[in-house]
């Protein structure tokens, strides 16, 4: 499996030019093409309110938005001037998590940004949608740090779930060019059984050595917590793991794993639901 076609979600936030490197930089390794998609956002003004603003200011909002779109196709043209990669600037106008999401089902993997909780120019939930939307592997652009698509250690949080064998999949082509690959086994809790072993095992027959490593969230420690001192302590570049394996709303009801890697990783972070 190889990632052939790449679409990277654009936008006016700080990490959009870093999110189109990374896309590149991917499709440089696997032969690729890129897609940027810039999305115009419609402005949900209710009508009472929108009947109250007069037409011109209407009118600079709208011309606002484009300049906006025009400056971040600047952006990628410039950048895709430097490399060979087959490069397709792509405006939509709608929801950008449906937009983001169409262009996805024709796309090997998409990358799209963390939302920013100081940047209000980040599209909040893209990620959560695109992620449960996508249907496919979703490559979660941090909104801070210096990061690498193709990261030297990559670790894969194991559970066992199905969303979890979906991200390995999806996440080979990573695996196989990394220097270390980590398989970090949360909750399961048996003197018997490894966690990760197995998967080791099945890692190592497509030319990925991997080593196991576990902790059990019966220690007393949350899930999320684990995973992200894990991150720190071993330098991981890069972490796989599978996306809401419970209900969205569950998950924002009770707290989850993937709500809480979302608002607080600091890696890139490759998820699959």
């Known amino acids: 499996m190889e990632y052939k076609d790449i679409v990277v979600h654009l936008g006016i936030d700080n990490r959009s030019a870093a999110r189109l490197d990374a896309a590149i930089e991917l499709a440089e390794r696997h032969d690729g093409r890129v897609t940027g998609v ?4 419609k402005r949900s003004i209710p009508g009472f309110i929108r009947s109250e603003i007069p037409p011109e200011v209407l009118k600079r909002l709208d011309t606002e938005e484009r300049r906006f779109a025009e400056e971040a196709e600047d952006m990628f043209a410039e950048r895709a001037a430097r490399t060979r990669v087959p490069c397709e600037w792509r ?20 990358i799209v940004g963390q939302t920013d909780p100081d940047d209000g120019r980040t599209v909040n939930g893209l990620a959560d949608g ?8 979703v490559l979660v652009w941090p909104y801070t ?6 990261a030297a250690t990559v670790m894969v949080a194991w559970n066992g779930s199905r969303e979890a064998a979906r991200a390995l999949a999806d ?5 196989q060019q990394a220097r270390r690959v980590i398989v970090f086994g949360v909750d399961r ?36 917590d684990a995973l992200l001192s894990e ?37 890139p972070v490759l998820m699959a639901h």
């Open 171 to 175: 996440a080979l082509p990573l695996l």
């Open 91 to 110: 405006l939509m106008a709608g929801d950008p998590v449906e937009a983001v999401s169409t262009n996805a089902h024709y796309a090997d993997i998409s």
């Open 38 to 41: 810039y999305v115009l956002s």
């Open 130 to 137: 695109v992620v449960l939307g996508g249907g496919g592997p």
């Open 231 to 267: 991150i720190g302590d071993c330098g991981i570049g890069l972490l796989v793991m599978g996306g809401y394996g419970h209900r969205r709303l569950r998950e924002r009801l009770f707290g989850g794993v993937t709500r809480d890697i979302l608002r607080e990783m600091t890696v």
């Open 145 to 150: 740090g210096s990061c690498h698509a193709t």
């Open 189 to 224: 809790d048996d003197r018997t059984h490894i966690p990760g072993a197995d998967v080791s095992t099945h890692l190592a027959h497509h030319g990925v050595r991997a080593e196991a490593r576990h902790t059990r969230t019966s220690s007393g420690i949350h899930t999320g």
